[in-house]
């Protein structure tokens, strides 16, 4: 492995109240933190420098245990961190596969050595990560993955393919999920070729990575080998968790190296994501669209915008239903794929209502096109909303088996060995 060093993890506790309790409610956790970042903060630290401080306290992942960046604190009082970084001004730990999917896998079955050495880094942005899950066979049913994992004694040699790998091109290290076994490989190792490729809407966020007998140390096996299956779904589970939240600009007046950093890091981090917005419909833009366009008193035209508005307020609420449940401390309900169903829907809609507004002129791209092509843009990429992250038709199984307990979707491969089931591609 040829990755960067990774810093050793600390095992700070939290810093306790002046009458030496840790602080247990919303308004005490407040002034603890402001506390902190006062004594703290300097806008000239590197911002590594900055994150591992953050994590040292505990304030970096504050729901994340003790000695591991975190403080153990409740959901609730975790956001209400969050929401104080952001308001002090201040960065806050990294975003990204490392640290909202690698990390807590790692905490939940990763070894003591795994996460030593990865779980400070993912936090501090030092080392980044990517999902090596999907295959060009294997996308809705994971399960029929064909990449292979074969100990050559004092490791793991992998042989497969993997796709649509977000990132893949510049994370240092994978999350991959093979046939018999799991690892974290190094990108650009021998045996490792990633591929970039190329989108119909001009993007190119995805890459396919091919595996010829890449190298995996034996450590490098997150959980037992023979139970990759287990970890895989705790990455799922996490990944349908995670609200499609980008972090917000920088504060007016942020200035210093550390900021400096952050913005660099944000800019190549969003670069993948940089359709992300019109992949969503951009259902914001459609009421000053149609006022421009002179359609705002066609009566077609206003019944499909007050559609797209229905359908984004009820996400909100029951946006906002979950938001309540987790401040609770209740376990995620169906919120997550009816959350994830609902977007798709407020995408189409919104593409729909910005089709009719544009017409034909909505398909141009260049100078003089509608929103400088970001109309067309639009078209091209809601598409993708339905796919990611598992497909509207894995949601509905989902609601439909979970929640409202319908039988079991028939498979007719459950019980054969793995040669023997059919799959596609
Ligand atoms: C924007 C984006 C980012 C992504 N990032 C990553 C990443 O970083 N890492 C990664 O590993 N993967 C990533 N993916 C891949 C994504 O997880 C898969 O595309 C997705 O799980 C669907 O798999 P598939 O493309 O193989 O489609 P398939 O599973 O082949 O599905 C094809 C069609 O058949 C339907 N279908 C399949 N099975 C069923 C069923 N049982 N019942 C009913 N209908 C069914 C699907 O709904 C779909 O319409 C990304 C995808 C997108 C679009």
């Known amino acids: 492995m040829t990755g960067r060093p990774a810093a050793e993890a600390t095992t700070g506790e939290p810093a306790a109240t002046a009458s030496g309790q840790a602080a247990t409610d919303a308004t005490s956790i407040r002034a603890e933190l402001r506390r902190w970042i006062d004594a703290h903060w300097d806008p000239e ?3 590594a420098q900055w994150r591992a401080l953050l994590a040292d306290s505990g304030w970096a992942c504050p729901a994340w245990p003790l000695g591991w960046c975190g403080r153990s604190l409740p959901p609730a009082l975790a956001e209400v961190v969050t929401g104080e970084l952001a308001q002090a001004g201040v960065p806050g730990p990294a975003e990204g596969v490392g640290r909202t999917l690698a990390a807590p896998v790692l905490l939940s079955h990763g070894s003591e050595d795994l996460k030593r050495r990865f779980i400070l880094p993912a936090v501090t942005g030092e080392i980044t990560w990517c999902q090596l899950f999907s295959e060009p066979g294997a996308g809705s049913d994971l399960a029929g993955l064909a990449t292979r994992a074969v100990s050559d004694g004092e490791g793991w040699l992998v042989t497969g393919q993997k796709v649509w790998s977000t ?19 190094k990108h ?5 070729e990633v591929r970039p ?67 660099a890091e944000r800019t190549a981090a969003a670069e993948p994501h940089k359709w992300y917005p019109q992949r969503a419909g951009r259902p914001d833009l459609v009421i000053a669209r149609a006022v421009a366009e002179g359609k705002a008193r066609d009566p077609l035209v206003r019944q499909e915008i007050a559609r797209l508005i229905e359908l984004t307020w009820t996400a909100r609420w029951t946006a906002a239903r979950a938001a309540a449940a987790r401040a609770q401390g209740r376990p995620p309900g169906p919120e997550g794929s009816l959350g994830k169903l609902a977007s798709s829907a407020i995408a189409r809609q919104a593409a729909r209502v910005h089709s009719l507004i544009a017409g034909a002129s909505g398909m141009l791209t260049g100078a003089g096109s509608p929103l400088d092509g970001t109309i067309a843009e639009i078209f091209l990429s809601v598409p993708a909303i339905s796919i990611a992250g598992g497909t509207d038709e894995i949601q509905r199984t989902i609601i439909g088996e979970r929640i409202l307990g319908l039988p079991k979707e028939p498979d007719a491969g459950r019980d054969l060995p793995f040669r023997d089931v059919p799959r596609s591609g």
């Open 45 to 47: 630290l590197s911002l």
């Open 167 to 185: 990132g893949a091109a510049t994370a240092d290290f994978g999350l991959l999920l093979a046939r018999t076994d799991a690892g974290v490989p």
């Open 188 to 192: 650009r190792q021998a045996g490792v």
């Open 197 to 263: 490729l190329r989108q119909m809407n001009g993007h190119a966020s995805f890459n396919e990575v091919f595996l010829d007998r890449a190298q995996v140390p034996a450590g490098h096996v997150i959980g037992e080998p023979g139970d990759g299956w287990t970890v895989a779904l705790s990455v799922l589970a996490h990944e349908r968790r995670l609200a499609p939240s980008r972090p917000g600009p920088a504060p007016a007046g942020a200035a210093g190296r550390a900021w400096r950093e952050a913005i």
